[in-house]
């Protein structure tokens, strides 16, 4: 009569306890690592959204400063504009008020020019030493005046165009010319975490105005992106990198 070899079956159940436990360990780490994992993609889309928030409210506020600070330098002097080349004070009180507004604005403003009818014009740009320049001269080509406000965009750079009045008649003009490709570029480039995300803006238009990715994007849904952001709602995009 064969005696069951208890030995060989206590080994085997040994084993068995073995892969068990390792097997869980296996799984306990696992999960471990999903939640682990999960944790980091919250904690990176949380970091990314703040990032956001801080950019998009420092961009708008220089933006409403720009405008609030253009609009009071116009109101103050849109009387005295018509003198400007004829009266010296005149001259030196709209520059002097221009001069101020372009400082405070320099990380967005790049030129900032006074022209009229009889084809004067003022010039007011800081040099790469950080030195004021103040150009006026008469041009020989014939001043091309707005006959309303408005914004010209070109290049990257955006034209506003401010009018001004002599006897009630259409007299000059004033430009202000920003470089928002080179603004948003610096700003954001300070709110940028490399590696871990890639930052675009849209116009009204909802065209894409400024992308730091090289290649050329194509995104689904703009319009509802639009519309989110309008209605302060989150949500998820799927963008396509590469030649398009």
Do not use: C
């Not at 780490?29 to 993609?41: A, H």
């Not at 801080?54 to 003198?83: M, P, V």
């Not at 967005?108 to 790469?128: F, H, P, Q, T």
């Amino acid at each position: 009569i064969a005696r069951p070899n208890f030995e060989s079956l206590n080994m085997k159940k040994i084993y068995l306890f073995v892969a068990i436990i390792i097997l869980t360990v296996i799984g306990i780490n696992y999960l471990f690592f999903l939640k682990f994992k999960k944790d980091q993609i919250d904690i990176q889309k949380n970091l990314i959204l703040q990032q956001t928030i801080l950019a998009g409210t420092h961009i708008e506020r220089t933006i409403s400063e720009y405008q609030n600070d253009l609009t009071n330098i116009l109101f103050k002097n849109t009387q005295y504009l018509s003198e400007i080349f004829t009266d010296e004070k005149t001259l030196d009180r709209v520059s002097n008020n221009l001069k101020s507004f372009y400082s405070r604005n320099r990380e967005l403003i790049s030129k900032i020019a006074v022209y009229d009818k009889e084809n004067r014009y003022l010039g007011i740009y800081i040099k790469d030493n950080d030195e004021f320049v103040l150009d006026t001269f008469p041009r020989q080509n014939i001043n091309k005046l707005q006959n309303k406000d408005t914004v010209i965009k070109r290049k990257g750079y955006y034209r506003s165009f401010f009018t001004f009045f002599k006897n009630n008649q259409l007299y000059g003009n004033i430009e202000v010319e920003i470089n928002l490709n080179k603004y948003l570029q610096n700003t954001l480039s300070l709110f940028r975490i490399n590696r871990l995300e890639w930052q675009w803006v849209i116009d009204e238009n909802n065209q894409v105005i400024y992308s730091n990715q090289n290649d050329s994007i194509s995104i689904d849904g703009i319009k509802e992106i639009s519309d989110a952001i309008l209605n302060e709602k989150e949500m998820q995009i799927s963008p396509v990198i590469g030649n398009i």
